[in-house]
T-cell receptor, first 115, second 110 residues
Framework: NAGVTQTPKFQVLKTGQSMTLQCAQDMNHNSMYWYRQDPGMGLRLIYYSASEGTTDKGEVPNGYNVSRLNKREFSLRLESAAPSQTSVYFC??????????????FGPGTRLTVT | GQQLNQSPQSMFIQEGEDVSMNCTSSSIFNTWLWYKQDPGEGPVLLIA?????ELTSNGRLTAQFGITRKDSFLNISASIPSDVGIYFC??????????FGAGTILRVKS
């Protein structure tokens, strides 16, 4: 039981390049999330998927797109990377209903540098 | 923008000391969560609080959901070196989305 996995762990991009960050969970959770973490700012929500087939914008969606491929997988795409997107990206998942609905479980992160 | 104020921003601990940190907001939250993040890792859930006034423990950690629903507190008793890291509070207002504080960095006094 791996929990939430993310690939790659590290990535360096040049400005204007594109890439997709992959996330998968094996906890049969319905909801999945993408966050970015910048120094002194905590975690900010980029996009989330409350359930398979739905996606919604979070607090900082500009410059990103997402795909909920199936119940297990949720990917984040940067179409044209900018230096302002240098950050650590975390994927998380949670149950959709029940007592522990709001408890989110995080992956290990992807450290992205855009030069 | 940031809706949760977490304090202190950072603190130094000596092994054996008790540690306190808190999170406040001008808005009411329905759920409070506390996470810990070790260097190079993702945040790990420590404690979840679901009712105003609730006091919950997890080993040496105790957290409380403030009675006004606008704050939460985390205490660590008898700290040990592996307690260092960043502690985040998170609040849930509506839907499944969480709002995170900026974190409290715990360091060891040398």
């Amino acid at each position: 039981n791996a929990g939430v996995t993310q690939t790659p762990k590290f990535q360096v991009l040049k400005t204007g390049q594109s890439m997709t960050l992959q996330c998968a969970q094996d906890m049969n959770h319905n909801s999945m999330y993408w966050y970015r973490q910048d120094p002194g700012m905590g975690l900010r929500l980029i996009y989330y998927s409350a359930s398979e087939g739905t996606t919604d914008k979070g607090e900082v969606p500009n410059g990103y797109n997402v795909s909920r491929l199936n119940k297990r997988e949720f990917s984040l795409r940067l179409e044209s990377a900018a230096p302002s997107q240098t950050s650590v990206y975390f994927c998380a998942s949670s149950q959709f209903a029940g007592a522990s609905t709001y408890e989110q479980y995080f992956g290990p992160g992807t450290r992205l540098t855009v030069t | 923008g940031q809706q949760l104020n977490q304090s202190p921003q950072s603190m130094f601990i000596q092994e054996g000391e008790d540690v306190s940190m808190n999170c406040t907001s001008s808005s009411i939250f329905n759920t409070w969560l506390w996470y810990k993040q070790d260097p190079g890792e993702g945040p790990v859930l420590l404690i979840a609080l679901y009712k105003a006034g609730e006091l919950t423990s997890n080993g040496r950690l105790t957290a409380q959901f403030g009675i006004t629903r606008k704050d939460s507190f985390l205490n660590i008793s008898a700290s040990i070196p592996s307690d260092v890291g960043i502690y985040f509070c998170a609040g849930q207002k509506y839907g499944n989305k969480l709002v995170f504080g900026a974190g409290t960095i715990l360091r060891v006094k040398s």
